[in-house]
Structure formats: C-alpha cells, structure tokens
Nanobody, 122 residues
C-alpha cells in the first residue's frame, strides 16, 4: 500500500509561483507512474501533468510552459512547479501514482493523495 501526501499549496497572486510536493510512504513510487490532477469547485477532476517511470512527461495544454513536473526517486517525491499562475488555476491539486498509471487517465492510477488547495487571486 502506498500513501501519498501533498503539500505546498497556498494563496498567491496572479503571476506568482508555488511548488507542490507529493511524498510517498509505505512503498516507493518506483517503478510507478505519477500524475497531478486538479479539481475546481463545481467541476470535474482534470488532468494537469504526468511523469512515467521511463521519464516521459505529459502536460495538459493550458499549463504547458507554466507548470513543470519532476521527481526525486531517492526521496520518493514528485513535484509540480507552478509558475505564472492564473485565477483559473485555482483548485485542489491531487497527486496520483500507480504501476499502470497512464497520463490523463484518472482510473488508471491506484493511489491518490488528499489534495492541497491552490488559490490564485487576481
């Protein structure tokens, strides 16, 4: 069993930056694939970014060039750097992991964190 714990959320002004962390405990995240999703009030949870064990990375179109996903396998941690934040980025951000995790496919991930709130003011 893997437990995922997100941190790093907060309140930031438009144009600001945050770095989200997702720490895994219980088992290592390798060779798991990992992803970040977000859910705004009244909306479905949507894909943000993913990194496969192979190192392949995917991004949702609206965050390309602004967000960066990375990982530190020694620390069992996956990161999401959020730059040039916009009010539309306001959401609860969730990390996900699993051996069969595939990019934007929510159902393909076995483990989910509890989420961290990101609020961007205009």
């Amino acid at each position: 069993q893997v437990q995922l714990t997100e941190s790093g959320g907060g309140l930031v002004q438009a144009g600001g930056s945050l770095r989200l962390s997702c720490a895994a405990s219980g088992r290592t995240v390798s060779p798991y694939n990992s992803g970040w999703f977000r859910q705004a009030p009244g909306k479905e949870r949507e894909f943000v970014a993913a990194i496969r064990w192979s190192g392949a990375i995917e991004y949702e179109d609206s965050v390309k060039g602004r967000f960066t996903i990375s990982r530190d396998t020694a620390k069992n941690t996956v990161y999401l750097q959020l730059n040039n934040l916009k009010p539309d980025d306001t959401a609860v951000y969730y990390c996900a992991a699993g051996p069969t995790g595939r990019g934007s496919s929510r159902g393909s991930y076995s483990y989910w964190g509890q989420g961290t709130q990101v609020t961007v003011s205009s």
